[in-house]
């Protein structure tokens, strides 16, 4: 029986370094978001300063886990097999449950998943106890902490709207005394900015890191604790001071001071308050098993009341932790596709949204507008204008492709970012009420973004959506991290270590896949298939450039119509399936060229505007090719997903054979584009009569076949819509073969877009 509890030791150890992996992924929002999207200094500064933060709050950390021992749940009330049930379900979840959100790339919290996983185990584990006892439903609240678990919900609801509304605020304020030309204000405003800030962040890392470290002496944590104003006061008149200095001596940019040291807080107070979330189950499981094997009663004898001591963690397992930490921050991919959420939701500029908009995001983009013309209408006009003022953005052109080296919002609104979630946090800290860091963080860069008018009328409902996404991901995190503890509590209940072992090879494998779809996704963005967007200011410009999306366009329309005649003359769905959702990405894919229009025109001059003519008419060919593309995969899935009639031979047959004239035609011009021998392009126009006459006779038969021997009218539909398609198919793309066979002149040198006017 020990061998049991011992492999299960084990197993949490594993889990806890698997777990430290994904919270860190997750979690890595929380203190990069701000300094990232500000580009206030290099990545790599940002990832020493953060990796600092973490080692040092991780050395720092109390190594009190007390609420993986005993906040959630009465440990009195269970044995030691039941608690051992317990820790096995809430790591098995959380690491699940994490890893998805990460794959995802949406922020959710760690705080928040332990907790739920934690009162779901424990709810399920003394529900089998009270059914089994014979006592009543009533009586569990002798095994659960419910004012505590009470109190954390309340927590997660006020955290949102409090983070957020508090953001906003504080982000309008200082937009509106400092501006966007915050560089040219009087070095003394920056400084009164700086005391405040460096402040407020400096007295968070007391009350959040340090206060729980043991590193400040008695007298000085009561004089902390009992006059924090004071304390405040003073912290406010040094920095300020400093803070002159800085600017007016040294020439240091103060902004970037307060990132610096704001990034730096943040991931400290994440490694030494946050380590509870990954390895305070496992620690827990060790020291209860260390006590069960010392007392030598049997487990389900031994009562596990010793879970209410404290019980001071190791320092070297904080040590190893901080070092694990450190190393996921540096090479987790994962980790940036979470911090990319946040900042692309609360960047400055317009660009491609990542969600769509729904409902109810529309419902509040229309009353947010209602609002605001209301609130406006009562302002003074005058004050109105000089507040709009204030939120002028300075121009300076960047080429669009371009954009996305830009940051996604200035210095001031990432110092505000930092200085309120340290505010905050602290504020909850000091009153000893639970919050979620993540919540805080990413609802306070939600409510700057609103208050800075980053979410203008072209992206508001789509910047809604996605923060509607990430919180509804958050709720969803409390339920479904309580049912699947619950669920898996009970599972290890009836199957003993047979379901533990099971249970954790799903869970490698299902981390295993998500890995390998994470990657495949991370490839697919970054792979040639992606269209690229044309910069160039002249017509010879934009056809060299243009050369790698023609051939990629007309070699991935080549496959899925080949895929789509193959899967109709096998009647495989799948392979139809694919064929759809290939040409699916594609019109999107083209879809975003066509959205580039507008910054592609506003680049050029009076001289260029043939290359404007150009690269429309380009766009217009390849559309019209795509949706004779998209409708032949459209009927195609749907006359087999319908189980009609499959085609005759003589008609698969037939579309075989001009399968082989499209691809042969396709593949010369792939070729002339891939080599830039665009002369070339006039041997495949020769190749036009002969395929539009193959389709022709094609469909002449299937005329005659129909008048005297076709019977299945599902049948013929489908194949002369095919064949008309696949006409209007070749003739677009011979329309654009011959817009750039006589526009191209090998004589003339390509002229580009400067990147600097």
């Known amino acids: ?50 990796s600092v933060g973490i080692a040092f709050g991780a050395m720092s950390s109390s190594g009190m886990m007390e609420v993986a021992r005993k906040g959630i749940f009465q440990p009195q009330q269970f044995m030691f097999n039941e608690i051992m049930i317990i820790f096995m379900a809430v790591m098995i979840t959380d690491i699940l449950l994490l890893d998805f959100f990460n794959t995802l790339g949406m922020p959710t919290s760690t705080t928040v998943s332990i907790v739920f996983e934690l009162l779901g185990a424990a709810v399920a584990v003394a529900m089998i106890k009270i059914l089994g006892g014979g006592e009543g ?18 927590g997660i609801l006020l955290s949102v709207v409090v983070a957020f509304s508090v953001g906003a605020f504080v982000q309008f304020v200082s937009r509106v005394l400092i501006s966007f030309k915050f560089e040219e204000k009087s070095k003394w405003v920056g400084a009164l900015f700086g005391g405040v800030a460096i402040s407020a962040i400096i007295y968070f890392i007391i009350v959040k890191g340090l206060k729980s470290a043991s590193l400040l002496d008695a007298d000085m944590l009561s004089f902390i604790t009992n006059k924090a104003p004071l304390f405040l006061l003073m912290n406010f ?70 879970l209410a001591a404290k019980v001071q963690t190791p320092t070297l397992l904080l040590l190893l932790s901080g070092m694990i930490m450190v190393v996921t921050l540096w090479f987790s991919s994962k980790a940036k596709a979470v911090v990319k959420t946040s900042v692309d939701l609360s960047r400055q500029d317009e660009g491609d949204e990542r969600f769509q908009p729904n409902f109810l995001s529309r419902q509040i983009v229309k009353f947010s507008i209602r609002l605001s013309e209301n609130i406006s209408g009562i302002l003074p006009k005058e004050l109105q204008k000089k507040i709009d003022g204030q939120f002028e953005k300075p121009y300076t052109y960047v080429p669009k492709n371009k954009a996305k080296d830009l940051p996604a919002f200035d210095l001031v609104r990432a110092a505000v970012n930092l200085m309120v979630a340290s505010v905050l946090i602290s504020i909850a800290t ?76 799903v869970a490698a494998t299902l981390i295993v896949r998500n890995y390998i779809i994470h990657n495949k996704k991370s490839k697919e963005i970054k792979a040639e298939d992606s269209l690229r967007r044309a910069e160039s200011s002249s017509i010879q ?24 005649i193959n899967g109709l003359g096998r009647q495989n769905l799948e392979l139809l399936k694919s064929s759809k959702k290939g040409v699916v990405k594609l019109s999107d894919e083209i879809e975003d060229l066509r959205d580039n229009i507008f910054f592609f025109i506003k680049n050029l001059d009076e001289s260029s505007v043939g290359a404007s003519n150009f690269y429309l008419s380009m766009l217009d060919y390849l559309q019209d090719m795509i949706q004779s593309l998209e409708y032949i995969a459209k009927i195609s899935h749907k006359h087999i997903n319908n189980n009609h009639k499959k085609l005759k031979y003589n008609q698969i047959k037939d579309l075989k054979e001009i399968d082989q004239h499209l691809e042969v035609l396709l593949n010369q011009t792939k070729e002339a584009f891939d080599s830039r021998s665009f002369e070339q392009i006039g041997q495949v126009l020769g190749r036009k009569k002969e395929i539009i006459e193959v389709v022709s006779n094609k469909i002449a038969q299937q005329v005659e076949r129909t008048r005297t021997e076709e019977s299945s009218p599902k049948n013929t539909t489908l194949y002369f819509n095919l064949l008309m398609e696949t006409k209007d198919l070749t003739a677009s793309t ?17 002229a580009r877009i400067l990147e600097n006017r």
């Not at 929380?30 to 300094?35: E, V």
């Not at 439903?137 to 309340?154: K, R, S």
């Not at 979410?455 to 919180?471: D, K, M, P, T």
């Not at 011979?734 to 390509?750: A, C, F, G, K, T």
Request: proline share 1%; glycine share 6%.
């Open 1 to 50: 029986m020990e061998n049991i509890y011992l492999f299960m030791i084990v197993a949490l150890a594993v889990l806890a370094i698997a777990d430290l992996v994904v919270g860190v992924s997750n979690d890595a929002v929380n203190f990069l978001n701000s300094a990232i999207g500000s580009k206030a200094i290099s990545f790599k500064t940002i990832m020493i300063i953060a």
């Open 137 to 154: 439903i009533d009586q569990l609240g002798e095994y659960i902490n419910t004012a505590q678990a009470t109190q954390i919900i309340v």
């Open 237 to 306: 008149v040094v920095w300020t001071l400093l803070s002159y200095v800085f600017t007016a001596t040294f020439k240091w940019n103060i902004y970037k001071i307060i990132i610096i040291i704001g990034t730096f807080a943040l991931a400290m107070a994440f490694a030494g308050n946050d380590l509870v979330n990954f390895i305070g189950v496992p620690i827990a499981a060790l020291q209860s098993y260390q006590d069960w094997v010392a007392s030598g009663v049997a487990a389900e004898a031994y009562n596990m009341q010793g």
């Open 430 to 505: 000091s009153m000893k009420l639970p919050l979620s860091t993540t919540y805080v963080t990413f609802m306070v860069a939600m409510g700057t973004s609103l208050a800075d008018r980053a979410w203008g009328v072209e992206s508001a409902v789509y910047r809604v959506a996605g923060v509607l996404n990430v919180i509804g991901g958050w709720f969803f995190t409390a339920f479904s991290a309580f049912t699947a503890a619950a669920l898996i509590a009970y599972i290890i209940h009836l199957g003993g270590f047979v379901a533990v072992v099971v249970l954790l090879i």
């Open 541 to 564: 410009g934009v056809i060299e450039e243009s050369a790698n999306t023609i051939s990629s366009v007309v070699r991935r329309s080549n496959a899925i119509y080949t895929d789509t």
């Open 734 to 750: 011979m329309d654009l073969l011959e817009l750039y066979y006589q526009e191209h002149d090998s004589s003339v040198e390509p």
